[in-house]
């Protein structure tokens, strides 16, 4: 798969903590975990408009993705709250909302 390198700016930002956290920084978390479950994808660029689904991810990788996800953004919130998100942008738009 080729990808072209697109980058969103996103206007808001959230705070964890004392954190700020962006839907950009989202978007990079959901990649990295992307990355180590799915590890065939090591040169892909990644886009907001990508599917988990339609890069090879299964539904316990997408299940693994998310956890790791949350877990890295110290969240926790019931997966099927996620569950409406089409791609990748998506998600982190709704991770994003739920800061």
Request: hydrophobic share 45%.
């Amino acid at each position: 798969m080729q990808g072209k390198a697109i980058r969103n700016v996103f206007i808001s930002n959230r705070t964890i903590g004392a954190n700020i956290v962006s839907q950009d920084l989202i978007f990079e978390t959901i990649v990295r975990h992307t990355r180590e479950v799915l590890p065939g994808l090591d040169g892909y660029v990644f886009k907001p408009t990508d599917s988990l689904r339609e890069l090879g991810a299964n539904s316990i990788d997408r299940a693994d993705i998310i956890m790791m996800t949350l877990e890295s953004l110290s969240l926790d919130f019931p997966l099927i709250e996620v569950a409406k998100a089409q791609s990748i942008g998506d998600l982190a738009g709704i991770i994003h909302a739920k800061i």
